[in-house]
Structure formats: C-alpha cells, structure tokens
C-alpha cells in the first residue's frame, strides 16, 4: 500500500501536516509534529533514492488519472537525489530551529512558522518530482509564497523590506517561467514534459517554443539567483531569521537549478538548447562572473550574513558553469555540488546563527574572540568554511574537482584556473571571520562574560551537517554513482528527442 | 617486530600534539618525549611498501609509501623533532607544543605520501601549522611575517593542486613518482606548475624571501622546527620527483652562491643562519640535478647532516638569543666568558656546516662535490668551492665569532637552561659521529646504490686547503684591523674571495635589487588596496557605498529585460 504511493509520500506528507501544525498553536509540540513528518518525508526520500538506484525511474499517476491528462509524478535518481538532500535539510533545519526561532520570531508566530516550513518543503518536494510542467509552476508558487512568509518572520523590521522585494522578484520569475509554459502549451497543447518532449521534436525550430523557452530560461535563471538576476537574494538572506535563511540556502536555489537542468535535459534537449540557442556561452559568462564578482562582494562585507549570501550565489555561479560546460562530467559536478553546496552553507549559516543566539548580531565585530567561547560552534564554522574553500578531505573538494576535471577534459584552461583562483577569494572571506574569531581579542563589556555554547539542539544538527561534510568529503561513493548515472541518463534518454530537432 | 600493530607513520606525532593539547605538566613532558622515539620505533617496523591504499574518485591513493628515500627522511625528522622537542621543553606555550607537534607530523606524512594528492594534503598542513610557531612570538612584526608567510605557503599548495589535477588528467594516475620536466601539451604546465611549487618551498631565489623573512621572527625555540622540515620536505620532493633536471643544477647553484652576499651584510644572526639555510640546500639541489647515483645520494645526505648542523647552530643562537634578548651581532660579544659551553657547541656545529673533515658536514658536502666534477660540471663545481668557503666565512666564522669573541659587549649572562644544552649536545655529538663514522650511521641509509670514500687524499686535502686559506684571510684581515668589530654589519664584506669585486658595489648591487623588488611589491600591493580601499571601509569595518546596498526593485526588473532581450537576440543570431 504505501510502497505503492511512495512517489507522492514526500509531496502529500507536509502537505496534509501544513494545516495540522497550525492548529496544534503550541510551540513545543508543533515543532515536534513538524520535525516528525518532515523525517517521514526524509525517508520516504531515502526509499526513492535507492528503489530508482535499482529499478530506475518511476512513474506515479496522480489520483489514478494517466499521463498526459491527468498529473504525472516522475522520480528518477537525479531528483530523488536532490529531493533526499532537501528533505534531510529540512528535517535538520527544524531540529535546530525549536531554539534559534525563540530569539528572533515572536512566540506568537511560531506555529506559523512551522506551518510555512511545511508548505515550502511542500512546494520544493513537488517542484522535485512533478513531471508536469504547469504543476511545476503551482508548486513553485506555493513554495514561494511560503518563503516570503518565512522571511517576513524576523523581528528585525528591515526584513519586510526584504520580503516585499523578494516578493516582486519572485512573482515576476514565477510570471515568466508560466508565460513560457503558456507558449509551449499553445503550441503542442500538452503539458506532460515527457509528452512535450516528444510533440516538440515534431516542430523545426519555431518562434513561439524558442520564446518560451528564453522566458523560462530568464524566470528559472531568477529564482536560482544566477547573476545578475541574484540581486533579491543577499537582502532575503540577510533579514531572513537564521533557520530560515539556513533552509533557504541550502534548498530553494538548488531546487531552481535542478528545475533549470530538468527543462534543458529533459523538455527542451541538450543539443536543441545548446546547439541551436547556444544558450552555454551566456551561461558560461554568467557563471564565471558570478564567481568573482560574488565572491569579491563577500570579501568586504561586515555583515556575516550577507557575506555567506554574496558567497552563495557565487556558489551557485560553479554549478550552472558545470551545466554550461555540457558534459557528463560537467552535469556531475554541477549535480554534486548542489549536494555537497547544501552541506556546507546548512552549516555555515546554523554557525551564525548560534552566534546570533548568544550575540545578538552576525556583524564580523561580534565574532571577536568567539573561538575561545564558543569553541564548538566556531570549529564547526572553520569545517564548513574549509569545504566551502575546497580544501582536501572536505565535501568541497570533490564538487571543485569533478568542475575542474571536466573543465580540462575540454581543454578549456582558462575556466579550471578561474576556478582555482575563484576560491583563493573564498580563502579571504572565511579567513576573515576566522580572524576575528581566532586571533581578536573580544571586546570588553559586562555581557561578555556570560557568553557560551549554544543548547545541543542547535549544536547537533550543525554538527552532522560538519560530520557529513567530511564524511561526502572522503567517501564519495553515493554522490558520485548517483550524480554519475543521473547524468548519464539525463544525456542518453533525452538526446536522441533533441537531435531531432 | 611483525607482531606490533604498526601505524601510519605520522600517527605517533599527531598523538603527541593531541596530547600536548590536553595534557600539563610532567605528564606532557613525558609524552612529547616518548612520541618521537616510538614513531621512530615504528617506522624501523615497517617494511617496504605501500600501505593503507584506496580508492578515492576513481584514483588509487596511496596514503603510506615506504620505500629507503622515505624512510631516511622519516628517520631524519624523528631525530630532529626529538632534539628540537628536548631544547624547548622548558616552555610553557601549549600553543607552541601542539604547532610544532603537529607540524612534525605532517612532515613525516608528506615524505611517506604515495600519491600527490596526499602530499598536497601535508603539503598545506605543513603551512598551517608552522604559521603558528611564528605567531607564538606575539609580536606585531612576527604576525605579519607570519602572515606573508602563510599566504606564500598556500599558493604553493595551490599552484602543486593545480598541477597535480592536470597530471591526474593527463595520466590518468595520482602516483608520486618521478615526474621531471619534459612533456608534450599540457602535461608541460602540469609537470611546471608542480616544479613551482617545491621550489616555492625549496626557497629557489626570488622565491626566498618568506624564508629570510620569517624564520628569524620565529620564536627562539620555533625556528629549530622551521629550519628542520618545511625545506627538507620539499628537497624530498625533488628527489624523488625531478632527479636529473638539469635545470636543477644551475638554480642550486645559484642558492648556494647568492646568499652568501646577504648573510654578509646581515647583522641579526639569525637572518645569517636562514641565509645559510638556502645556500645548504642550493648544494642538495645541484646533487639532485646532477642526478647520478652519488650525487643523489650526496643530496639526501647533505639533507640529513644540514638538519642536524643548522639545528645546532640555530639552537645555539635561540641559547643567546633566550639569555640575553639580543641576536644582532654588532650587540653580542664576548659571550663565551659566560657561555663557555655553548661556545664549544656552537663551534661545533660552525666546524660541520664548514665540513671540517671529522665533521658531518664533510662526508655529505663532498659528495655532492666529487659527483660534479664526476659528471663535467667544472663551472659547477668552481662556483660550489667558492660557496663552500663563504659558508666558512658567515656561518663558521661570522657566527661564534660575532656572538662569543670579537669586542666585548659588556653582557654577562649564564649558560642556557639544562635541557637546551642537552638538546644541542646531543646535536653536536651527532655531528661528530655522523662526521667520524659515516659508513655506520648516515651512509647505511642511503637509498640509492653507490659506494664512496669521504676520507681519501684528494677531499681532505682539498676541504683543509680551502677552510685554512679562509681561516688566514679572517686572521690577517683582523691582524690588519680591516675587520673592525665596532662595525659588524658592514666589515663583513671585506672578504678576500670576492674583494676584487669590491665591497661596495656588491653591497650596492645586493640593495639595488633588493630596492626594485621591494618597489615592485609595493605597486602591486598598493594596487591591490586601492581597490580593497574603494570598496571598503577599514575603519568603520564596513563596505562602502556601491557596494554595501542592496538593489531597489527597479534595478533588478531592468536587468530581468537584458537577460531575456539577451536570449532572445542570441537565437535570432
């Protein structure tokens, strides 16, 4: 019975638990409720992962209507692979919020806040695993507007600025990506992607579905924050409470790149969207200049939040250039990292905001000292900052060493030394929260004294986030054979439609 | 001994630096005592091979290679982390402890590194933790040096990853074996790109100046760790990864000559000893290079002695440095009235840098020396004796002579505590019986198969006749009071070796170039804050203006219309 509907178990699980946590009202509970379903949808996750390992993609039909008229659920391992990294960020974020939300949301709003959480693991899950392209949109939607409720949280009134931004941003990505699928459908009158894959190859290259493809490539490009369309981004990041922000980071962006690969690979075609639109020079371009110029603007920044934001979208910059590099190896790396990216940013940004916990700010000042003070949380900060740099034995290193391998297997130099030298960049912003934590004195005041670790609540999440860094760092047996045959499958199966056209 | 549980070679120390972390007192003592001798116990256990390997991306690694190269350098840091651990036993600095532990330990890592991949890995543990041992001095000037130091460091870790991904991509191994410098196509700049790195660390000129910069910041007891590893660690690397390289001979020689000019004019002693540290391992360079058997081996063991001779003169210095506060030599003066102990082993470290025959430094120098004429390289070998007279001058003469004799300062101090004169006696008897008995204690070692005769006709007399003539020049130089101790920092030029170039104009090349590298670095480094500066504020620790807004909504939906008209265009192209 459940192995039967296991597809729809991560999409209907928060889904029905939503409304539930917010009648419950009670913080305690509604947390506990919260992070029990969203465990449930983590394994439910697990079990997908490995049946597409071993049986390959499944297909579920919604409410037992068949594809292509009623709603399809496709899982294969690409996006069981991304959906076993949400949910389990999800679940880790929730464990580490019972504490971080009781300085920085009001007691009154915090059933609210699990029910949102829900809703946009919801929206993410089904973003995932939808195999229609209108669902897609609904989900992305209710992911969204749950978001800008997440981030209008904070305390700090500055975030309804933020929120309202975002917002606008949002709303019109989530214009531009239906404009697109509005298009595809007048033209092929399905909205099934399988479906649409194959009614489109029967079309030469036409006007009105190359159009479409441009406004989704230009909403996706939005909602994953691929510069310069990032600009929302750092100020949601930074007003945003810290367990939101840490979940957002970690999995709304991502979703958006697998949603980007999805429409590359498996609707328009590879050789259709790279070869006649030659949309990897852009790109390409794009990606290159997100890593620098990003990575730049982390490095003068004074407020860590922002910092790790500009950081990210940097980040975000290397796996969209491993999807322009179009090469199995390239897809791996941009796939790895979407994974490997989620580790260390859950746990740079669970740092700070156990810092936000004890200081009262994330500005760089009242890191002084803080190695001393709270040891754990700052070592925890230094491992997730050495991965996010590439060191060796760290989960980074593996994402920046498929990028650069599949870089060179093209000969294309030029990118691999970029981004080399895109991470000596990541060297001076960690380096300089590490220097305020390690090597300054703190400030003196009467409050100082009292400082110390943060509840193992909020240290035990961040700490198996740490652990799995070093862990995916060393032993890259699953991300690797995942993201290998995600790739490989994504290039075979879909190829064949594109060259068609 | 195949009963033991073996470990990896550089467990032991970790565990040493562990402990010191944790433990106090006699316990810690005790324990950073022990951890040298059984890490040296078990590399004695291992057997040739390859252990603990595994796959890793598709790559086999091979964390733990022994093979005799290895282990001579295993062997070598054990002793000198034991002898250096004893000098700096007194010191209550967990912060130093734990650094200097764990940066023995990635030494022993790194020489025993099967593959690169490991080797970058202690590669940049190296850097890391040696930083802290100049940080330990907690003064203003030694955390910035520390700090170009470390930036230095980790762009020779850098430039070795890039270089080790694009071997990995070209021969589809991470296997450390011997690389050299010629390849087709991209392999070249792989095989270059690693080249530059061990010579980042090796101090190849131009490359040198972390070296002079920051081992004299260090602290008295830091330097010895600093002297003993970072450089031998990359002189191993070459051994095994570039023997033969032509190129190699020319860059060694080079080292060996130009320090020279600088440890001349140099007034802090211990900014002598680190120049005299790149002309000891420009001679294992050139041995490299030249690449026969002999010469390789020469190298390796020239290695071996030159940790133990420059850690004793270092410790002798750190012993001064320690009881008075003062390492300038125009300062000190007249010490062995109250050092008289120290003296004698300072001497006899400056008797085995100078390779005195009887001495350590003798059966390894010589070797390299006969290998060069052996092989035709008689410019080489010209430019090596001049070398190894100037050694005599700065480091065997200049610095007992400077610190203990010349005028007298005034300073009357006492000997040094206990265990530092245990630490340096101990150095100064393996220089004496490494220099007596070669054949039974560092020629056992040597990894490659070669027979040689330090102690014919022809080496000892040639070594005396150079040391005496040298000995005369100072001695009628002194006579003739053209060696004026009032004024240390600039006599030292009026040596008869390179007179006829005229003191002045060596003196006055020497700080030209030192003027337009430094005006150099200042461009580039005051380019590079200008931009910092525009975008940031260092005193609010703020950025400034463009760049610390975020975008209003108008901004952002003009750019959304770019992007699109930007796609759009490209199909219609």
């Not at chain 1, 019975?1 to 638990?17: D, G, N, S, T």
């Not at chain 1, 199995?328 to 905001?353: C, Q, R």
Request: charged content about 10%; overall charge neutral.
């Amino acid at each position: 019975m459940i192995e039967q509907h296991l597809a729809a178990l991560p999409i209907i699980l928060p889904l029905i638990a939503a409304p539930i946590a917010l009648i419950l009202g009670r913080s305690m509970l509604t947390w506990a409720f919260a992070t029990l379903v969203s465990a449930l949808s983590c394994i439910a996750s697990w079990q997908l992962l490995m049946t597409t390992l071993s049986d390959g993609a499944l297909s579920y039909a919604l409410g037992g209507w068949p594809p292509p008229w009623g709603i399809e659920l496709n899982v294969d391992v690409t996006n069981a692979f991304v959906l076993l990294a949400v949910s389990a960020m999800s679940t880790l974020v929730l464990i580490y919020s019972k504490d971080s939300i009781e300085k920085e949301i009001n007691a009154s709003n915090h059933s609210l806040y699990y029910t949102a959480h829900l809703l946009c693991l919801t929206g993410l899950s089904g973003m995932l695993i939808t195999g229609d392209a209108f669902n897609l949109f609904v989900f992305l939607e209710i992911s969204s507007l749950a978001t800008y409720t997440l981030v209008s949280l904070a305390s700090d009134r500055r975030c309804l600025t933020a929120t309202f931004r975002y917002l606008v941003m949002g709303t019109i990505g989530a214009t531009f990506i239906l404009i697109g699928v509005g298009m595809l459908y007048m033209k092929t009158g399905t909205l099934n992607m399988a479906d649409l894959s194959t009614k489109m190859a029967a079309f030469e290259s036409n006007r009105t579905l190359n159009t479409g493809l441009a406004f989704i490539m230009v909403g996706v490009s939005l909602k994953l924050a691929l510069f310069p369309l990032h600009m929302w981004l750092p100020a949601a990041y930074t007003h945003a409470p810290s367990s939101v922000t840490a979940f957002l980071a970690s999995t709304a962006t991502k979703v958006a790149v697998y949603v980007m690969i999805r429409f590359i690979f498996s609707v328009f075609g590879a050789s259709h969207v790279f070869e006649t639109m030659s949309m990897e020079i852009i790109l390409m371009v794009l990606a290159i200049v997100a890593i620098f110029k990003c990575s730049y603007m982390a490095t003068v920044q004074s407020n860590v939040k922002t910092l790790l934001a500009y950081s990210s979208v940097a980040q975000i910059g290397y796996m969209v250039l491993g999807i322009s590099l179009v090469s199995v190896p390239g897809l791996m790396s941009g796939l790895i990292h979407i994974f490997n990216h989620a580790l260390m940013k859950g746990a740079l940004f669970m740092a700070v905001g156990a810092v936000f916990y004890r200081m009262g700010s994330v500005n760089i000042e009242a890191f002084k000292g803080l190695g001393k003070k709270m040891p754990l949380t700052m070592a925890a900060f230094t491992i997730a900052g050495l991965s996010i740099i590439g060191v060796p034995l760290t989960a980074g290193f593996v994402s920046k060493w498929y990028l650069v391998t599949a870089a060179l297997e093209q000969d294309l130099w030029i990118v691999a030394a970029l981004v080399l030298l895109g991470s000596l960049l990541a060297v001076v912003y960690i380096g300089r929260v590490l220097e305020a934590a390690y090597f300054q004195e703190p400030p003196e005041s009467q409050g100082a004294k009292n400082i110390k670790e943060v509840p193992w609540l909020m240290l035990m999440p961040m700490w198996i986030l740490v652990l799995a860094n070093i862990y995916f760092g060393i032993n890259t047996g699953l991300t690797v054979e995942a993201a290998t045959s995600a790739s490989q499958w994504l290039f075979q199966g879909y190829n064949p439609a594109g060259v068609a056209l | 001994m195949n009963n033991l549980i073996l470990l990896p070679p550089f467990l032991p120390l970790l565990f040493g630096a562990l402990a010191a972390l944790f433990l106090r007192g006699w316990l810690r003592n005790t324990v950073m005592l022990i951890v040298p001798i059984i890490g040296a116990l078990n590399i004695y256990g291992l057997d040739t091979g390859v252990f603990w390997s595994l796959e890793f991306m598709g790559y086999t690694l091979e964390p733990v290679k022994v093979d005799k190269l290895s282990l001579m350098f295993g062997y070598l840091f054990h002793i000198a982390s034991f002898i250096a651990i004893v000098y700096a036993i007194h010191i209550k600095d967990t912060l130093q402890h734990v650094a200097a532990l764990a940066y023995a330990a990635s030494a022993v890592g790194a020489v025993f590194a099967g593959d690169l991949l490991t080797l970058f890995v202690f590669w940049e543990l190296l850097a890391l933790t040696s930083v802290f041992l100049i940080w330990a001095r907690r003064t203003d000037k030694a955390y910035a040096s520390g700090l170009r130091y470390l930036i230095i460091q980790v762009l020779s870790g850098v430039m070795l990853l890039a270089g080790l991904l694009i071997y990995a991509q070209v021969n589809n191994s991470l296997l450390f074996t011997e690389i050299g410098l010629e390849h087709q196509g991209i392999a070249q700049i792989g095989a270059w790109l690693i080249f530059l790195a061990f010579g980042i660390k090796c101090a190849f000129p131009f490359f040198h100046n972390w070296l002079t910069d920051a081992y004299p910041e260090a602290t008295p007891t830091g330097t010895i760790f600093l002297a003993s590893f970072t450089t031998k660690v990359a002189v191993y690397a070459f051994a095994r990864g570039y023997p033969g390289t032509e190129l190699l001979v020319w860059i060694g020689v080079t080292m060996a000559c130009f320090p020279i000019f600088f440890a001349v004019i140099e007034n802090d002693l211990r900014r002598v000893l680190a120049y005299s540290l790149i002309n000891q391992i420009g001679f294992m360079i050139v041995g490299i290079g030249i690449g026969t058997a002999v010469a390789l081996n020469g190298a390796v063991a020239h290695a071996f002695n030159d940790v133990i001779f420059k850690g004793l003169l270092m410790m002798t210095m750190g012993a001064v440095l320690h009881m008075t506060g003062k390492i300038n030599g125009s300062e000190l003066g007249g010490l062995y009235k109250s050092m008289p102990k120290t003296t004698i082993l300072c001497i006899v470290g400056a008797a085995s840098i100078s390779a005195f025959p009887l001495f350590s430094g003798f059966v390894s120098k010589s070797m390299i020396m006969s290998a060069a004429v052996a092989e035709g390289y008689d410019v080489v070998w010209l430019l090596l004796l001049f070398a190894a007279a100037g050694v005599f001058h700065h480091a065997g003469i200049k610095i007992p002579y400077f610190a203990f004799f010349a005028h007298d300062s005034g300073i009357r101090t006492t000997e040094p505590p206990r265990n530092m004169l245990i630490a340096m006696t101990l150095a100064a008897v393996a220089c004496v019986v490494i220099g007596s008995f070669p054949a039974q204690t560092v020629y056992a070692l040597l990894p490659w198969e070669a027979s040689y005769q330090p102690y014919d006709l022809t080496h000892v007399l040639t070594q005396l006749q150079l040391l005496f003539f040298s000995a005369l020049a100072f001695v009628w130089l002194n006579q003739r009071n053209m060696y004026p101790p009032e004024l240390p920092s600039t006599n030292l030029d009026a040596d008869w070796f390179y007179r006829k170039l005229a003191p002045n104009v060596i003196k006055r090349v020497a700080s030209a170039v030192n003027h337009s590298y430094q005006r150099a670095e200042l461009a580039v480094v005051m380019s590079i804050k200008h931009i910092i500066q525009r975008s940031y504020d260092a005193d609010k620790d703020e950025p400034r203006g463009y760049f610390a807004r975020f975008w209003l909504t108008d901004t952002m939906v003009v750019w959304v219309a770019i992007l699109l008209v930007a796609y759009l265009l490209l199909y219609y192209i």
